[in-house]
Every structure is written in structure tokens, then in C-alpha cells.
């Protein structure tokens, strides 16, 4: 059991220059998350899913798209990448989006935008 | 609207020293609030939880209790070992909002 994993691990980028981010879950969890951490931020949600085919806006969602063609994925792209963008991304899931319910998270990807 | 307020870091402690980090949240209604910890070069792993009032989560000698009256759920250990060197972030369940995290450093 893999639990939450994300490809690449560390990526530089060339402002205006696109990537995608993989997570791949293999605990059959229905919602998936991206969050990115940045320094005395915290974890910010980026974009969520409720299931395979489904994707929503999280709190800083500009600037980046995702796609969930498969229930044990689910893809982070940034089209034209900023310095702004620079931070660490982390993929999560979770089995269901209960009151109590506990998410998964993968090692993280290190994105630097230069 | 939700958000988290964590005690800012970093706290430096030595071994077996008793540890608070304090959370306080603003939030509509009573969601569940949870700790995460992050070790170095690792992603969150759940810590503990508390899903309502006055429950107190308790996991590896950390707990917390969750105050509504004081809108808190603040963490505690009362040995810390130098394994416990991580930071730690306080979540609340609606949207998922995450303090700011706290790094803690023990010294033996």
C-alpha cells in the first residue's frame, strides 16, 4: 500500500512555461485535494474533488487547473507558470468528507518558478 | 469566515520538557478540529482529533481539547524527545483551513 504519492518529488520551472503535477491514491478515496504550503502560511486549498469526473474551486484557485479522469488520480496543471507560484504542493485524500474525517497526504512536490 | 490562529514559532525545548501550542479558531458552528504534524522532508500525518465540544484527542503522549467557550485547541505534551522535532499545524474541518504551523525543535 502506497498510500498518496506525487510525481516529480522537484521541478524548475521558466517563467510562462506549463507542467502538470500526478497524485495517485490507492486507497479507493472519493475526494481528492491539492493544497500548496507556503512559508507562515500554512496549507492553502487550491482545488478539490468529490469524485471521479468532478473537480471545485478551493480558496486560491487562480492560476491553476485540474482534472480527475480517474478516481485514483487526480492532476494539477499550471498552464503558464509565475514566480508567485514558487512553494511547495501537497496532494491529499480522503474516504469520504466527514465531520471527522482524516486525510491522507502525500511527500510533497518542491516547485521553484524562476 | 473560518480560520485558524496558531502560536507563532519557532519553539526550541529540551528533552522532557513540557510543551503547549496554542490554537484558537473562528468558525461558524462547531467543526471538528484536528493537529497535523509534518516531519522533515515528509507530508502531514494526522496527529489527533476532536470532532465536539469538550473532546479531548490524544495520540503518541500529545492531547488537546477542544474549548468552545474559549474557541481553542491548544496541544500539550508533558515529556517532549528529540523524535517529537517536527512542525505542527492546527486544522479546522470546514474547507479544511490550516494555522500556519509551529516548528518545534527539541534538544537533547
Redesign the interface.
Known sequence: NAG?TQTPKFRVLKTGQSMTLLCAQDMNHEYM?W?RQDP??????IHYSVGEGTTAK??VPDGYNVSRLKKQNFLLGLESAAPSQTSVY?C?SSFYPG?????Y????TRLTVL | GNSVTQMEGPVTLSEEAFLTINCTYTATGYPSLFWYVQYPGEGLQLLLKATKADDKGSNKGFEATYRKETTSFHLEKGSVQVSDSAVYFCALRRRMRFGAGTRLTVKP
Do not use: S
Not at chain 1, 507562515?40 to 486549498?45: A, C
Not at chain 1, 465531520?99 to 486525510?103: C, G, K, V
Open positions: 498518496v485535494y493544497y507562515g502560511m500554512g496549507l492553502r486549498l478551493g480558496e501537497f491529499a465531520p471527522a474525517d482524516t486525510q497526504f502525500g511527500p510533497g
